[in-house]
């Protein structure tokens, strides 16, 4: 079945034509180095789809190894890098790289693939730069990410917090130390249950004589304080708008033109 579905795949970029590559690097949970490789075409229909074929293992990232990986790919599933018309990928040196990234060795071989950096990337690291060099925005994030590690790195302490939580609030988040852009979700949980939070605070910095009591009463002291909560509703409002567009700017039926718009319309809300 998975060969028939490949050849179906493989039939359908041959009568596009024409395809672009989209490949990025990602470890899974067994700390493998895996290459994630999709095709994007204009159908019969001039509608546009991506079409994603697999993870690839490499033991290695650099530029020259992952054009080998990619032209064994091309090979494997017969499409000519003659017929490439695009390339897309995040905005890291061996992949970026304008005199020896994977970009620059592609272009070689075929100077019609047009580079493009991946625009929900681009999105992410404009975030991620708000972030890290605000100070307000900095220390509030490295506040909220280690009241979450105090919490769900214990059993005992995630068991005692559930206890606090009324209904069916939202499971606290976890921070992602890449995607800056999903910090929506993790403060949308931190903002629905903060009143749980300073409740589940005060009671474990008077019973827990331990350091996890004394770390308590320093976070309680902090939520206590309204610009904490001011911040957390002026982020929160930040990453949403963010994390709108870049959910957006993932659609395969978008044009420049729109990312463009998008873009403007996320300045002009968080200006």
């Known amino acids: 079945m998975a060969h028939d579905i490949l050849r179906t795949l493989m039939t359908e970029i041959h009568e596009a034509d024409f395809f672009s590559i989209i490949i990025d690097e990602t470890v899974d949970i067994s700390v493998k180095e895996q290459v994630s ?3 994007r075409i204009v159908n019969k ?4 789809e991506e079409i994603f074929f697999g993870f690839y293992n490499t033991s290695d990232t650099t530029s ?9 790919v091309l090979l494997r599933l017969d499409f000519p890098l003659e017929k490439c018309r695009g390339q897309c990928y995040d905005g890291a040196a061996n992949v970026a790289g304008c005199r020896w990234g994977l970009e620059a060795l592609v272009q070689e071989d075929e100077p ?24 307000a925005c900095r220390n509030f994030l490295t506040l909220i990410h280690e009241l979450i590690s105090l ?4 059993p005992k302490c995630l068991a005692w917090f559930k206890e606090f939580q009324r209904g069916n609030k939202e499971t606290l988040r976890s921070f992602c130390p890449t995607c800056w852009t999903l910090g929506a979700a993790l403060l949308q949980s931190v903002a629905s249950n903060y009143s749980e939070l300073l409740e589940f605070l005060e009671e474990l910095s008077v019973h827990d004589k331990s350091g996890a009591g ?8 902090n939520l206590q304080k309204f610009e904490t909560y001011f911040t957390l509703m002026l982020l929160l409002q930040v990453f949403s708008r963010a994390e709108t567009v870049n959910t957006a700017l993932q659609s395969h039926k978008l044009h420049f033109h729109q990312a463009e718009l998008r873009i403007k319309t996320l300045k002009e809300n968080i200006s």
Request: glycine share 4%.
């Open 37 to 39: 490789v999709c095709f």
């Open 64 to 72: 020259q190894a992952l054009y080998t990986l990619l032209k064994d």
């Open 214 to 221: 004394a770390k308590a009463n320093g976070f309680l002291l």
């Open 112 to 135: 019609r693939t047009v580079y493009v950096h991946c625009l929900a990337h681009t999105v992410n690291l404009g975030v991620q730069d708000v972030a890290q060099n605000i100070a």
């Open 151 to 154: 919490i769900k790195s214990s």
């Open 45 to 48: 229909d001039l509608e546009t």
